[in-house]
């Protein structure tokens, strides 16, 4: 089942009630260091590749398919850095829809292909140095580039 039809079914169900929903995101850099960051369709910000969980799909799973769709590129190997939750992952969006994410943030430790903007969600992709970023969206994208800082290795 698609994650549009799982979420649309279980709306029809609860309304636009709080739910949560389960994610991952990607830490992508180039061999120079750069980080790969989306800008979304019709957005200001920039953050890294992100996307809702599959009913029953392994969050690396939906890593993969995520920067496969928002990118065009193909993911190898992963780690996971870390796992995003809280009051900060609170949204309302305008349909009046409420929701929590739980996020798995992974670093692509092994990734090929050349990114390319997929154009219905991702107007820009862009590697960025870490010390000259834009601005970011979330706090999924602001807790990715901190570990930029840290030098988590590959």
Same mark, same amino acid.
């Given at each position: 089942?698609?994650?549009?039809?799982? *979420?649309?079914?279980?709306?029809?169900?609860?309304? =636009?009630?709080? *739910?949560?929903?389960?994610?991952?995101?990607?830490?992508?850099?180039?061999? &120079?260091?750069?980080?790969?960051?989306?800008?979304?369709?019709?957005?200001?910000?920039?953050?890294?590749? %992100?996307?809702?969980?599959?009913?029953?799909? &392994? @969050?690396?799973? $939906?890593?993969?398919?995520? /920067?496969?769709?928002?990118?065009?590129? %193909?993911? %190898?190997?992963?780690? @996971? /850095?870390?796992? *995003?939750?809280?009051?900060?992952?609170?949204?309302?969006?305008?349909?009046?829809?409420?929701?929590?994410?739980? $996020?798995?943030?992974?670093? &692509?430790?092994?990734?090929?292909?050349? =990114? +390319?903007?997929?154009?219905?969600?991702?107007?820009? /992709?862009?590697?960025?140095?870490?010390?000259? @970023? =834009?601005?970011? &969206?979330?706090?999924?994208?602001?807790?990715?580039?901190?570990? @930029?800082?840290?030098? +988590? =290795?590959?």
């Amino acid at each position: 089942m698609s994650t549009q039809s799982y *979420i649309h079914d279980l709306r029809q169900a609860v309304g =636009p009630r709080p *739910i949560n929903l389960v994610g991952a995101a990607g830490l992508v850099l180039s061999e &120079a260091g750069d980080v790969l960051l989306l800008r979304r369709v019709g957005g200001r910000t920039w953050g890294v590749v %992100t996307g809702i969980s599959e009913l029953g799909e &392994a @969050l690396e799973e $939906t890593l993969r398919r995520e /920067l496969h769709e928002e990118t065009g590129l %193909t993911l %190898t190997a992963a780690i @996971l /850095l870390d796992v *995003i939750s809280g009051p900060e992952t609170y949204r309302e969006i305008g349909n009046g829809d409420r929701f929590s994410a739980y $996020t798995a943030l992974y670093r &692509a430790t092994g990734w090929h292909g050349v =990114p +390319v903007p997929d154009g219905m969600e991702i107007e820009e /992709l862009r590697f960025f140095p870490p010390d000259a @970023l =834009p601005e970011l &969206a979330g706090p999924v994208s602001r807790r990715a580039v901190q570990f @930029l800082a840290a030098q +988590v =290795p590959a």
